[in-house]
Nanobody, 126 residues
Framework: QVQLVESGGGLVPAGGSLRLSCKPS????????INWFRQVSEKEREFVAG????????YYADSVKGRFTMSRDSADNAVYLQMNSLRPEDTAVYHC???????????????????WGQGTQVTVSS
């Protein structure tokens, strides 16, 4: 069982920045790809950023490309999402998710992931 804990959310004005963190239990980064999704109310979880494995190409949703950057720190055993130039439409609960058998065509699909964190709320005021 993998546990994922997100942190770093909050309330920021439009144009502001936040850095989200996702810390998995145990040395998970070597076995799982850990990526980011977001969800607004009861809508389907939306892919934000991720890759299929360490060192592979990182993909971004078109809506965040050029503003968000995902990174990982093996020494810290953490994955980060740096979010700049935030917009009100970025308001959502942000989740990190771990997947062990991702391929390029499934990275963006929430159903391909094995474990999910509880999420951290990001609210961007206009």
């Amino acid at each position: 069982q993998v546990q994922l804990v997100e942190s770093g959310g909050g309330l920021v004005p439009a144009g502001g920045s936040l850095r989200l963190s996702c810390k998995p239990s145990g040395p998970t980064l070597n076995r799982y790809a850990i990526n980011w999704f977001r969800q607004v109310s009861e809508k389907e979880r939306e892919f934000v950023a991720g890759n299929r494995q360490k060192g592979a190409t990182t993909y971004y949703a078109d809506s965040v490309k050029g503003r968000f950057t995902m990174s990982r720190d093996s020494a810290d055993n953490a994955v980060y999402l740096q979010m700049n130039s935030l917009r009100p439409e970025d308001t959502a609960v942000y989740h990190c998710a771990a997947g062990s058998r991702l391929i390029r065509s499934t990275v963006r699909f929430s159903s391909a992931y094995d474990y999910w964190g509880q999420g951290t709320q990001v609210t961007v005021s206009s």
